[in-house]
């Protein structure tokens, strides 16, 4: 990324406060923030805090159960072949990156549409994460 492009929220549109808000994105300076209306007070959560959570959750699903992962990944693309399932592998061990390149806009949409949900308190601390079927609640 260069230094030109400033770093964006990666789950914007996807988190939400307790009472079932979206939180709105603001930037400080180059800094992306999530905004959470704590009774008429904007508190202004770094981006950064609430996304390694999430990244840091869905890393951690994703080891559990990476096999699965991977032979689902193989069949949505048609390909079994060794070099496929090496750079499948590769990129689900660097999913940290996200915090760098961001999902792109119609990821994010598609996302939303599936159901996924971050849920965070007023400190900005995730509190469960909705999607695909699965309730992580507070990062069990």
């Not at 209306?37 to 890393?59: C, P, T, Y």
């Not at 806009?105 to 994460?129: N, S, T, Y």
């Amino acid at each position: 990324m260069s230094e030109m492009t400033p770093r964006r929220a990666v789950f914007e549109g996807l988190v939400f406060d307790e009472a079932g808000r979206p939180l709105e994105v603001v930037y400080l300076g180059d800094e992306p923030q999530y905004v959470i209306d704590d009774a008429g007070f904007r508190r202004h959560i770094d981006a950064a805090h609430i996304d390694r959570q999430v990244l840091a959750d869905m890393q951690a699903q994703i080891d559990e159960n990476k096999e699965a992962v991977e032979a689902g990944m193989l069949r949505m693309l048609g390909q079994d072949d060794l070099f496929t399932k090496a750079a499948i592998d590769s990129s689900l061990s660097r999913i940290d990156q996200l915090m760098q390149r961001g999902i792109p806009p119609e990821a994010r949409q598609w996302l939303g549409v599936m159901g996924f949900r971050v849920v965070v308190d007023i400190h900005g601390d995730v509190i469960k994460i909705e999607g695909g079927g699965i309730v992580d609640e507070g990062g069990e």
